[in-house]
């Protein structure tokens, strides 16, 4: 009988999936309405005394959105001093709610994935049927920063590809 060779293993394809490079800690809002001066002024004396006493250690490790509910007009670099101080304990802080989360850490995982990975001039696969919300945002963005560097670009599992880029030669 002739030896089962596994050529998907032993093929040159770097198969991706990005669920590998995702952080998996939780999400958490941070509503500036809830430091409003009657729920709609920004008070910048109070809001840096706020800054200086709050305790941030409750968004370690968390995936935290900034938001504001109330019909206020929040100046920039309140979010921006936000960021400086969750930033220093959650794995990433953005603007908006759950999606722009979910879109940040589809961010920062094609970013790890990149940068982990020697993946110039090669055959990729990136996994699909995932379990990654915003789905369409994530193959778009990775294709996005994969098409200029690999030599071909391919969807689904090694064993059974959609072809969707090749470099020519």
């Known amino acids: 009988m002739d030896e089962i060779v596994n050529r998907v293993a032993k093929s040159p394809l770097v198969s991706l999936d990005l669920e590998d490079y995702f952080h998996k800690g939780p999400y958490a809002i941070f509503d500036v309405k809830d430091v409003l001066y009657e729920g709609v002024i920004l008070r910048e004396k109070d809001f840096r005394s706020f800054l200086k006493e709050n305790d941030w250690s409750v968004y370690t490790d968390k995936n935290v959105g900034l938001v ?16 400086t101080k969750i930033s220093e304990h959650a794995n990433t802080v953005t603007f908006g709610g759950e999606e722009a989360i979910e879109k940040a850490l589809i961010d920062q995982a094609i970013e790890k994935c990149i940068s982990s990975t020697d993946l110039k001039d090669k055959k990729v696969v990136i996994k699909g049927c995932g379990d990654v919300n915003n789905i369409e945002y994530a193959y778009t963005k990775i294709t996005e920063k994969l098409f200029p560097i690999v030599s071909s670009l391919m969807y689904g599992e090694p064993c059974s590809t959609v072809p969707i880029f090749k470099r020519k030669k």
């Open 68 to 83: 504001c509910t109330a019909d206020a007009i929040v100046p920039t670099w309140a979010y921006m001093l936000l960021v």
